[in-house]
């Protein structure tokens, strides 16, 4: 079936409108390891899919998924010894702190439970969150992502400019000064709920700002922002859901901006391609938000979920996935920051572990993003075969995120391809 046919289907089965990668999509039939396949074989690297985090088709999950699925899988209103095994070893891995766990499906379900869970341990409203996030899709999650742009505001929400050091709100100041401006907007936050007799809920952010664009976060904000948030009241909500399972190099996006929050969200790769998703916290906001909502979910907390969730931590530990995503991780950036010398173009290099941004500017010194300029390699490099994207609060970054079994092998291929691609624009 030809591209445009499948395009043509796809909208009149599914809607005009639906989101699709490149300028020529593709059409993929297959996954292994670190490669999709298109329908005509054509190989892909995966630079960009956080989901299979052990790698498409990976053969422990897919037997674990298999076995769980060909023995029971049921909701969980019976007792099962699985899912409780997976929740210890899951909140092990975290502060000792967050030692309870809810599960569900998606990483918007996740989020969900997060605002209801800071609703009812606080019984505030409102809650601050960035000016450029994104968790989830629901109705009341996506006035997280869209409170910006709603000309009629939310009295609920408040947003701040996401703290960062390569556009900032003061050119002018220091690192430190930056921390300080930063926090200032989140003090002004509350006292708007207050004078607005909003009683206020706490404050929700993506551990390493990822769909913000992966910014240097001016030093000790996080941890600041956390207990300006406790003091008034509130909880501090990180969503893990891209940057956590050894993203940047350690379990928890939150270990590498430095702070300890109160409730974390989880999903995408969880299950590799099952969807798990959860959020772990304080033993009290847990016992609040079961009280006072009855939350349960048909197809969380149940055996299947348990056996791949299972499946995945196996994977990560025993393959020592952590290592590999510092090492070759700190080998692909600082192959990027040399190139970076060459190229005005690339006007920052920044990230953590695998989880890389390569902000796009047509400028170096005015850092005039360049949106066009960022989708011009990414179609350039699906065409040699390498499948990125790109992102940002400005649309002009690329970013590089590939499953976490990415070698040094690959990283030299990927690098090779796309010095290729910058001779070939700018000579």
Not at 78 to 93: K, P, Q, S, V
Not at 160 to 177: G, K, L, T
Not at 339 to 348: F, I, K, R, T, V
């Amino acid at each position: 079936m030809s591209r445009q046919t499948l395009l043509e289907r796809r909208e009149r089965l599914l809607g005009q409108r639906m989101p699709l990668f490149y300028s020529e999509p593709v059409h993929i039939v297959r996954g292994e390891g670190i490669y999709l396949y298109d329908a005509s074989g054509k190989q892909y690297m995966d630079m960009y899919n956080n989901v299979p985090c052990v790698g498409h088709a990976n053969p422990r999950v897919v037997a674990a998924m298999q076995t769980q699925a060909g023995t029971l899988n049921v909701h969980s209103r019976y007792l099962h010894e699985a899912i409780l095994d997976y929740t210890e070893r899951l909140t092990g891995l975290h502060a000792e702190c967050l030692s309870r766990a809810v599960f569900c499906c998606t990483g918007t379900e996740a989020s969900e439970i997060a605002l209801l869970m800071a609703r009812a341990a606080t019984g505030g409203r409102g809650i601050i969150c960035s000016d450029s996030g994104y968790h989830g899709n629901s109705t009341e999650v996506r006035r997280l992502s869209v409170a910006r742009r709603d000309p009629q505001g939310n009295p609920e929400i408040r947003t701040i400019p996401y703290p960062q050091c390569y556009r900032p709100i003061d050119a002018a100041a220091s690192e430190s000064e930056l921390t300080e401006l930063y926090l200032e907007r989140v003090h002004e936050a509350i006292a708007d709920f207050d004078r607005h007799d909003i009683p206020f809920a706490g404050m929700f952010v993506c551990s390493l700002l990822v769909n913000e664009g992966l910014p240097d976060i001016p030093a000790g904000f996080m941890s600041r922002a956390a207990e300006i948030v406790r003091e008034a009241g509130g909880v501090f909500i990180a969503d893990e859901v891209q940057a956590g399972f050894c993203r940047s190099g350690r379990w928890w996006g939150y270990q590498t901006s430095g702070f300890e929050p109160d409730i974390v969200t989880m999903g995408k790769p969880m299950g590799a391609g099952m969807p798990i998703a959860g959020v772990v916290a304080r033993p009290g906001l847990v016992d609040a938000f079961r009280e006072k909502t009855g939350y349960f979910n048909t197809f969380a907390s149940s055996p299947l979920q348990a056996a791949v969730g299972m499946a995945v931590l196996d994977e990560l530990e025993d393959r020592e996935i952590l290592d590999n995503v510092v090492a070759v991780g700190g080998y692909l950036r600082a192959a990027l920051e040399r190139l970076q010398a060459e190229y005005e173009c690339m006007g920052d290099v920044r990230g953590h572990g695998l989880a890389i941004a390569v902000d796009w500017v047509s400028d170096r010194e005015s850092k005039k993003p360049d949106r066009r300029g960022v989708a011009e390699v990414v179609n350039r490099l699906k065409d040699k075969g390498f499948l990125t994207g790109s992102a940002g609060s400005l649309g002009n970054v690329l970013k590089l995120r590939p499953p976490l079994v990415f070698s040094k092998d690959n990283a030299d291929a990927f690098l090779a391809a796309f010095s290729e691609i910058m001779q070939d624009i700018h000579g």
